[in-house]
């Protein structure tokens, strides 16, 4: 596991175009682009929070990072959580240490509070995040319409 770099960026969309065109677990529709992805990699380092990368045999097979919750100031210790993995390595455990990794790392940062949202159903990311101690504290009802159907999201919550 490490931090992710510019370089990184084909791989990683290799990973979440998959979810935009086969799930509804990303609200995207269209793939991602390289270059698009090297900025937003970027974007989550300038504010001072990690992108991680998890590597098996030299290809990245998951990532995690962390955004600002949201713009205002005093939202400045609440980041929201990401993670994506590789369909070949779900239930591997890669998911878990990736997380963990994260949480401690924005631990290290001084957040506060870790905030996943969850597309709805996506029964294995509810319990990745409820096994690391993250709690449902909300869920909104058909926010989302992607493949012709309405999509709840919830989120969950941990304090750091």
């Known amino acids: 596991m490490r931090n992710a770099v510019a370089v990184d960026a084909e791989a990683i969309c290799q990973i979440y175009n998959h979810y935009i065109l ?3 677990i990303t609200f995207e529709e269209t ?21 991680l990368v998890e590597e098996v045999n030299g290809s990245i097979v998951g ?32 998911g878990t240490r990736l997380y963990q990794e994260l949480d401690r790392q924005l631990k290290e940062r001084e957040m506060h509070v870790a905030i996943g949202g969850v597309a709805l159903p996506n029964d294995a990311s509810v319990r990745l995040h409820e096994k690391l101690g993250y709690r449902k504290v909300a869920e909104f009802d058909e926010v989302g319409f992607k493949f012709n159907k309405w999509i709840n999201v919830g989120y969950w919550e941990m304090k750091l």
């Open 31 to 51: 793939p991602v682009s390289p270059a698009d992805m090297t900025a937003r990699i970027a974007e989550v380092e300038s504010g001072s929070l990690p992108w």
């Open 63 to 94: 990532y995690a990072y962390a955004s600002k919750w949201k713009a205002r100031a005093a939202y400045r210790y609440a980041a929201e959580t990401v993670i994506y993995l590789a369909p070949n390595v779900c239930r591997t455990g890669v």
């Open 22 to 24: 086969n799930s509804i």
